[in-house]
Structure formats: C-alpha cells, structure tokens
C-alpha cells in the first residue's frame, strides 16, 4: 500500500538548528493570514518562537503576539484550510494549550522547561515530565434503518443538530463509551456498532474517535442536562447540520450516501 507524504513532518529541528524558517503568528483572537493560509514566509523567527516541526524541510514556528482584532479565529481557519495546513494548525493549537498549562511541576510545583528535541517538559527541581495531553473521544452516529438520530447540545445555535459524543472514562473501551454516552444521552440501548474514522479536535486537545451505531428502539429519552432536545430525522428532512471539515457532518454525510437512490 502506498503512504500518502504530508508537507507537515511532527520531527522538532532540535536546539542546534538555526531559528529561522516558516512561522505561524498567533494572536489574543485569532491567526494571522500568511502568504499561503496561515504560513508566513521563511524568515527569521522572534526569540519566543515555539518550534512545532518540519514544513517542506523547513522548520516551523508558531509564534504569540497581540494580533489584530480581525484576524480571523481559529475555527474559521480549520474550516477552510486545505488538509495539511488544518493538521498542521490542529497541532499547534494543541502544543500551545499544553504549554500555557503546564508551566508549573504537576509533582513539585517548581518551573518546567520546554526540552528542544520533543515535545516534553522537564521540572528543574524532580526532572518529572508532562507531554501534551489527548483526550480520546467517542462521537457516534445513531441510526435507525434510513433514520438518523441527532441532537442539540445547549450551547449549540438554536436550530443546529448533531451527533452525540463524549469523553471515554478511565479502564473504558471506545466501543462502551459508545453505548453508555448514547443511553446516558438519550435514553436509547445500541446494537452494532462500527468504527468509521478518527478526527483531531483541538478545543483543547480531544481525538474524536468516529462510530456508526444501531438502535435497538427509537424511544428517546433525553438527560436534559448537556442534551436539550433530540430526535429522529428523515434524509429528506434534516436540521442545521454541524460544519462539513468536522467528523460529525463526515459521518451525517457517509450515511446520507449509503441511503440515497442509486
């Protein structure tokens, strides 16, 4: 099978190599337009620079500064992003949080260094080391025959629907978070479930792992805590559907082809 190259190596150049190369210029709202998405050109990189890895054999920053209020947010970017760059931002939106929250020993409390050939950090006082975080997620498209069952979350927009998802819990397999986030949810038992694909997310740091699932009812019954209403749609009548770069619509989108008259 051949392996697809991506431009965006995760290999960090490493303390001797010289600090210049592409950059990524992260405001306090949002990221600046480059050349080419959010690349700027190869060049020099500010003292504070955050190596992030290797662009087209170049390396690569991302670097914090004020910004301007109109640079546009880090959503909208994943959005219309060609896939490289969307990874590439994916991965320095995680590498950021990790560094602004691990700042501090989570052992000893004393300050932590940013070590050049990965990303780790190292205490001074214990040597203990944090890596960035991953939170691996479930989020599940229940059907029914035709039938897809979505729902709204409370801080979604007012007519938007989506999938149901979650965190998996200590000592849990993908597939039980699955079945336990869906009865949790919305009240419904599952069948078969099925692996479709999996998805960075970095608000923060979540890998949204993608699955197909069969109800065994259709009885909704919704927790009315995250989930403010749910129900079964029709592939002919469908709400505001999630974005189309997220896993959510990947997996709304995948159904709706399987179903559709040849």
């Known amino acids: 099978m051949t392996m697809l190259s991506s431009p965006f190596v995760r290999e960090l150049p490493g303390a001797q190599t010289?600090?210049?190369?592409?950059?990524?210029?992260?405001?306090?709202?949002?990221?600046a337009p480059g050349e080419d998405g959010i690349l700027q050109?190869?060049?020099?990189?500010?003292?504070?620079?955050?190596?992030?890895?290797m662009w087209h054999d170049l390396p690569i920053a991302m670097v914090h500064e004020p910004g301007d209020a109109d640079w546009p947010p880090?959503?909208?970017?994943?959005?219309?992003?060609p896939g490289p760059q969307a990874d590439l931002l994916a991965t320095a939106l995680q590498v950021d949080a990790w560094a602004r929250d691990h700042r501090f020993c989570g052992r000893c409390g004393s300050p932590m260094n940013r070590l050049a050939h990965e990303f780790a950090m190292q205490c001074e006082a214990c040597s203990h080391r944090s890596y960035p975080r991953i939170s691996p997620c479930i989020i599940t498209l229940v059907t029914h025959g035709q039938d897809l069952l979505l729902a709204r979350n409370s801080r979604?927009?007012?007519?938007?629907?989506?999938?149901?998802?979650?965190?998996?819990?200590?000592g849990e397999s993908a597939e039980n978070a699955v079945r336990r986030e869906v009865y949790e949810e919305v009240g419904i038992e599952i069948g078969r479930v099925r692996f479709f694909r999996s998805q960075s997310w970095p608000f923060p740091h979540s890998l949204m792992l993608g699955f197909f699932a069969e109800a065994a009812?259709?009885?909704?019954?919704?927790?009315?805590?995250?989930?403010?209403?749910?129900?079964?749609?029709?592939?002919?009548?469908?709400?505001?559907?999630?974005?189309?770069?997220?896993?959510?619509?990947?997996?709304?989108?995948?159904?709706?082809?399987?179903?559709?008259?040849?």
């Open 41 to 53: 050109p190869p060049g020099e990189w500010p003292a504070h620079a955050m190596a992030l890895g």
């Open 74 to 81: 880090a959503r909208e970017w994943l959005a219309r992003l």
């Open 217 to 262: 009812s259709r009885r909704i019954r919704i927790d009315g805590v995250e989930i403010a209403d749910a129900a079964w749609f029709t592939p002919r009548h469908l709400p505001e559907l999630p974005p189309r770069h997220s896993i959510s619509r990947q997996l709304i989108e995948t159904h709706l082809s399987a179903v559709s008259p040849r």
């Open 156 to 170: 979604f927009p007012a007519r938007r629907y989506s999938t149901l998802a979650g965190f998996i819990e200590p």
């Open 18 to 31: 010289p600090r210049r190369g592409y950059w990524i210029r992260f405001g306090e709202s949002g990221i």
